[in-house]
């Protein structure tokens, strides 16, 4: 039997577009996509800021790593080749949530350059990358799932940050270190920064 091809594949246009949602939600859709090493905060400041635009009358959704590794990418490893296809799965994801008009909120390590520039050409203009900039020691220092301690027993393979590397972003849209400070402040100067740029 024949197989189907992406050559049998025809873009359905709807009518119903991601200006129009736009318009009914009131805002305009953007991923924010925060990247860092695990333990420095990704995961609390994602949460906290989402809480955030809810109480400021937004319409969002949070993808977390750890979260969407136990369903829909729950057949992907941690190897370089899974890693790629665990991003550009997320990234179709958000990619398809801006389009209902939602602001979307991910947090995933996302340890390589490339994967987040794949992100970026996926999800298109309204692509906001954030860097959860916490030094590897405070993150380490935090070990809050103790993974770090594992990983310097070699009970974990290619764990980023100790035998996998972490390549920080070039040009980041926004910078966030969350050692020393309160999730308030993180979150308040956070915000402020996406509200001088891409929430209105």
Known sequence: MKQHTAQHLTWHQMEITRDRR??????????????????????????????????????????????????LNRDLGFGEKDRMEN??????????????????????????????????????GCFVEVYVSTPLEECERRDVKGLYKAARKGEIAEFTGITSAYEAPDAPQAVIDTSGRSIGECVAELAAALEANWIK
Do not use: C
């Open 22 to 71: 736009e318009q009914q939600l009131g805002q305009k859709a953007v991923t924010i996509w925060l990247t860092g090493l695990s333990g420095s905060g990704k995961s609390t400041l994602a949460n906290a800021l989402e809480q955030y635009l809810a109480a400021h009358g937004k319409h969002t959704m949070l993808l977390d790593g750890d979260n969407v590794r136990m369903g």
């Open 87 to 124: 991003i550009r799965r997320i990234a179709q994801v958000a990619k398809l949530m801006n389009d209902a008009g939602l602001i979307v909120l991910t947090s995933f390590i996302s340890p390589y350059r490339k994967d987040r520039e794949m992100a970026r050409e996926i999800i298109g």
